[in-house]
């Protein structure tokens, strides 16, 4: 996950004290939706999940995903042990650029607060698309992936098909 964040900005920004040997904490973000009505989160950090309400989270860090590699999240146990529940089983897609909002539900009958920067969902990565050694000595960047990636093949052969928008498109 370091290596990958490094390289092209996986987790931005990566917070070293999140990692773990196999996924990393994402952390509360600083607004939310309660209500289909935008929220910021005020200066006490604080985000109050009512009893038995539905609150969508922003999640401080920036997923940036290449077009290789896929994202899952669950929330932290922790999380569950005080009664709140995520849909779990969420895959971010790959090429995904930007931040992700967790629907969190709150099965107990008291209001359940989180706060700004606490560590809330794990995520893990997987790649999902293997390269042959000599494919990756050519692709530096994310761009020369896009741009070359017709010409990539798989261990089995075959043809690495990308869905994306133009190279251009990616800045």
Do not use: W
Request: net charge positive; proline share 8%.
């Amino acid at each position: 996950i370091a290596f990958y964040a490094d390289a092209v900005k996986l987790v931005d920004p990566l917070d070293r004290a999140c990692l773990r040997p196999a996924s990393y904490d994402l952390k509360v973000g600083d607004s939310y939706y309660f209500e289909n009505r935008p929220e910021k989160v005020g200066p006490d950090g604080k985000i109050e999940i009512p009893p038995n309400g539905l609150v969508y989270i922003k999640i401080k860090e920036r997923l940036n995903l290449p077009y290789y590699m896929i994202a899952k999240y669950s929330l932290r146990v922790t999380q569950v042990y005080r009664g709140l529940l995520i849909d779990n089983g969420l895959q971010v897609d790959p090429g995904y650029h930007g931040y992700i909002h967790v629907v969190v539900h709150n099965l107990t009958n008291e209001p359940r607060p989180v706060y700004k920067d606490e560590p809330f969902v794990s995520v893990e990565f997987n790649r999902s698309t293997p390269f042959k050694p000599h494919d990756l000595r050519r692709v530096k960047t994310e761009k020369d992936l896009i741009t070359t990636g017709y010409d990539c093949r798989g261990f089995s052969g075959n043809r690495l098909v990308l869905f994306t928008k133009r190279p251009e498109d990616l800045g």
